[in-house]
């Protein structure tokens, strides 16, 4: 019971009081969902130990338009579905490339871990970042899709601020804008 209420004490810190503070900052949903889809599909990435470099590069190129935050949040949370991934990636790459099948033994997992890997090990990589590849762009559409309403209403339920489309004028700026009228 006290590893239950240990993974509660970190999902919370790490995951949800994140996501919480970055809604109540009323980012734009659809920056939100785009830096989502973003860090979600980068998160997949094949290769464990990569994706927050990736993730980072991705950032840096985005600048401002990706909200770096959500996009680490998210990577992090893709985590566990990324090394579930793996092997079906790996299956589809090969597919998808007419590959020869390679079988998945203690062995080939002894020499990538030993740095001895074999042509057939590095080959099985590089299938496993093919599938990566052709499965990205669609990854990457069903997570905007699926995310952009939700975002849209959690931004509206926790922002304590407006939206800037939305953005109410403050007396002053009605004033300036009255006052150019005038002109």
């Not at 980072?56 to 985005?62: K, P």
């Amino acid at each position: 019971m006290a590893n239950i209420g240990l993974l509660t004490m970190w999902l919370n810190k790490k995951i949800v009081e994140p996501l919480l503070e970055i809604l109540r900052k009323g980012a734009e949903p659809k920056l939100l969902a785009f830096s989502a889809a973003l860090g979600f599909t980068i998160g997949l990435f094949p290769i464990c130990g990569t994706t927050v470099i990736i993730c980072g590069l991705a950032i840096a190129s985005l600048g401002s338009h990706c909200h770096a935050p959500t996009v680490m949040v998210i990577n992090l949370i893709a985590t566990p579905i990324e090394l579930s991934l793996m092997v079906p990636f790996l299956r589809f790459g090969e597919y998808v490339s007419g590959g020869p099948h390679f079988p998945l033994t203690s062995d080939a997992l002894k020499k990538v871990l030993t740095l001895q890997a074999s042509r057939e090990v590095l080959l099985s990589i590089a299938h496993a970042l093919l599938g990566w590849l052709v499965a990205a762009p669609i990854i990457f559409a069903a997570v905007y899709i699926l995310s952009l309403p939700l975002f849209k209403v959690l931004v509206l339920k926790f922002s304590t601020r407006p939206l800037s489309p939305k953005r109410s004028l403050s007396p002053t700026e009605v004033r300036l804008k009255d006052d150019e009228k005038e002109i």
